[in-house]
């Protein structure tokens, strides 16, 4: 490309940092006075207010006032958070104001007019043209989808077609072009080999400037409910996830906010891996769960619910192959929908008996026994649902405790704990019947009626909870009818083998107080059926990631519980390492869905690793071939064979101070479980600056971690060590996908220690494929 030429576009990338910077003078002198506005709005808030209690007339008069000042105060806050909103993004583009061209000439028209994009749009001093465009307006997907040549793009009036004469890809740098070329392609590999080649961080970063064609289609899709979107390690699928997001804001911006969209993590340490994406394009982070949390939150204290990773973890350090099977059966088939089916039937059955209640008692009295329930219950017409009579029964008991309270507090206890009562609740009650108009200051020796107010005070008090969980419909005792399904006898085609074994098992936990991760949504499942539970009409728009790892149960869970949402579902089954998704419909499986709202894409294309890296891990799984590695080159993967923990020590010592001085920043040594993990840390830990990740840690900092596979999910390092890739282990079949996706956690080198023989996997990759040491 001419020397002229790249003259020319810097000195126009001079001319827009010169426009921001005159913006970011006007907007920042602008938004201090706005800002003393504010609080001088809010010092002198009620000079400024009328106020008249005289008359309805004056109250109303008086309302108004109020709330013509709150409006404006309101309006002056909108304002600043505004402004400093623009401030940021205005922030962001002087560094690098932009990082595509594309000259686009329409149909009928006889020049090409030249649209540069950037992360937000810029208009020039006169605010009459546009010197940037944002990524997300309709005119920049032609930069994601067409070569030069003939092009179109859909705008608010319809298709615009035409022909795109030149597209440039920039890498600007503190307002200075670093690199510039002209490219035939979607996004070129120049482009990509150099951002690629960088340094990972302990941050995900935003992709918007290397959006490729396929992943510009799931950013932009907007007709489809359900997307799903399977995507090999490294595609780049929860990058285009979050810059779906950022379109969805900027294209909805008048009827959705980042608090209608919810995004569920597979680990609060991914959480905080990908917090700053958003806000690098200039949205406010969505509301971020776990769906451990999501579920402990709905499960409440009913019971100790078991956490996902100690179920995992408890699979993988499984050694008997018998129990493992047993546990693994009992998993997949409460994660599947026939499972649910036997809810279903149960449910029905409850109708005419089996429901079990909890008496109704207080101060160790039964007030109301669960067989008077029952009785009540069943016999309200059955032709009503559930619920319904639940509700009945509900307003029956409120009555029973309104009467019992009543009788209740006539007892000499009640007297004992009023006089314990503070003197804010005897002020209360002089208040009280003052209002009343039944005595004054001078009557207030007027006892029988003040001992009645704090004897009520009392019993209200005391009965407090107890009517708050007879509102809940609490007086059924749902772990107890839950428990039922594993007393029921089942046709042998209907349950999966060691039914009766999954059965005891899971009745003494539920006896015990605890909730095996997979009951938790048949549990809620069943206990919402009963009891009802709104759905949140609040979030619109979930975005799943790790989605092979949720069940057809858990999918069927959400869909109920957010009724309005569309769901944007991320997933690769060549990652699925839980036991319920291993060989298993998962939330990726298209059928699950009504075939007019969902679509399904598929990345292929892997970005993260090396040529190398992905050559080796692509081996290891039975349809790796079709993936395809980015070709950007480094060096093969390293296997080693270790004698013994000292020799594996020192090896590890070797290998990190090789990364530290090749420039690397973050290093990790990925274990199978966090056993093997700590065995590790434990062996190291006096020996370097280590940090061990546990399920408890929410964030990571650049340096050497220690981390088992199932946290590492999502995330990217430059390098990495497999602990232990011997044959004791990784040899069983359902343990190909752990082993897979540790390995492509890494970005610029991997190496595998074992000690003894190495994995059979090992066996699958062609010997050019690594270095056998």
Known sequence: MAQSERRQEQERVNEVIDVIGEKVEKITGKKSNVKQGIVDLRKNFWDDVTVNLDENDDVYETQASIKQQAELLSERERRHGQMTKELKTLSRLQDTPYFG??????????????????????MDAQNEDFLIYDWRAPVSSMYYDYAPGPSKYTSMDGEVRGNMTLKRQFIIREGKIKGMFDTGLTIGDSLLQAVLGGKASSQMKSIVAT????????????????????????????????????FLLY???????????????????????????????????????TFKDFIKDRVGNDLQLENPFDQTESCLTMIDDEQLKIRTAGIRFKASLAYRDLIDQLLETLKSKNMIFRNITFRDQVIVSKEEISNYFYALPNDQTILNRLEQVRDWLLRRLAAFSKRERKEDWVLEEAELL??????????????????????????????????????????????????????VNCQKVYSELFYQHYADDVVPSHWDTICKSTRMRFEEGDCPWEDAVPYLYMKEKIQGRKGNQEIRHLIIDEA????????????????????????????????????????????????????????????RSTKEIMNFARAIVPDGGQIEPFDRSGKLPEWIDTSDELEKSALILEKIAAFKQNGFETFALIGKTMKECREAYRLIKDKTDVKLITQATYQFDKGFIIIPTYLAKGIEFDAAIIYDASSANYSRESEQTIFYTACTRAMHELVLLSNGEPSPFLNRIPTEHYLRT
């Open 422 to 475: 503070d003197k804010s609740d005897y002020a209360s009650i002089f208040e009280k019947l003052q209002q009343q108009k039944q005595f004054s200051q001078e009557t207030f020796d007027d006892y029988d009626r003040e001992e009645q107010l704090l004897r009520k005070i009392v019993m209200n008090r005391r009965m407090k909870k107890m009517r708050r969980k007879v509102k809940q419909l609490d007086f």
């Open 251 to 289: 294209r909805y911006r008048k009827t959705l906010r980042s608090d209608n969209m919810m995004l569920f993590s597979p680990n609060p340490l991914f959480s905080s891996f990908i917090s700053s994406v958003l806000p690098e394009l200039g949205e406010e982070n969505v509301v971020q769960t």
């Open 101 to 122: 061209r594309i000259d686009f000439r329409e149909e009928d028209e006889r020049r090409s007019e030249a649209l540069y994009i950037g992360i937000g749009s810029l």
């Open 548 to 607: 092979q790892d949720y069940s057809p149960a858990q999918l069927a869970y959400l869909q109920a519980a957010f009724p309005r949402c569309r769901m944007t579902i991320l997933g690769d089954m060549n990652q699925a390492i839980y036991a319920q998704s291993l060989n298993s419909d998962t939330m990726l499986s298209e059928h699950l869905y009504k075939p007019e709202e969902v679509k399904k894409l598929t990345l292929l294309r892997s970005y």
């Open 211 to 246: 959006i490729q064609k396929e992943q510009n289609q799931i950013i932009r899709n907007e007709s489809d409910r359900y997307l799903i979107v399977q995507g090999a390690a490294g595609s780049g699928k929860t990058s285009a996830a979050l810059q779906r997001v950022a």
